[in-house]
């Protein structure tokens, strides 16, 4: 069982920065941030593996930035140029394989809010 807790949400305002943090209990083989604002769906963020191969959505690309500290099984999210559609419950995501067996876990949500 690995447990998540994040940290960095709140409000900002647009063109402003925010990094969140994921802290795993457990070394991960994948970790990434997802997003859901009201009414859509979850969509994938950003995601990182253990060796650094990272995956990152369209609509973030060239602004947000993922990265982990294996030493920390901890996952940041540089979020810059923040716009009002960034506005969103973002959840930290792990997945871990072992044993032949794929598990993945969630957090509780961070709320980032893009707002003048």
């Known amino acids: 069982q690995v447990q998540l807790v994040e940290s960095g949400g709140g409000l900002v305002q647009p063109g402003g920065s925010l990094r969140l943090s994921c802290a795993a209990s457990?070394?991960?083989?994948?970790m990434g941030w997802y997003r859901q604002a009201p009414g859509k769906e979850r969509e994938l963020v950003a995601s990182?593996?253990?060796?650094?191969?990272?995956n990152i959505g369209d609509s973030v690309k060239g602004r947000f930035t993922i990265s982990r500290d294996n030493a920390k099984n901890t996952v940041y999210l540089q979020m810059i140029s923040l716009k009002p559609e960034d506005t969103a419950v973002y959840y930290c995501?792990?997945?871990?394989?072992?044993?032949?067996?794929?598990?993945?876990?969630w957090g509780q949500g961070t709320q980032v809010t893009v707002s003048s």
């Open positions: 995501h792990a997945g871990t394989y072992v044993g032949g067996t794929v598990r993945s876990y």
């Open positions: 457990g070394s991960t083989l994948l």
């Open positions: 990182i593996t253990n060796s650094g191969n990272t």
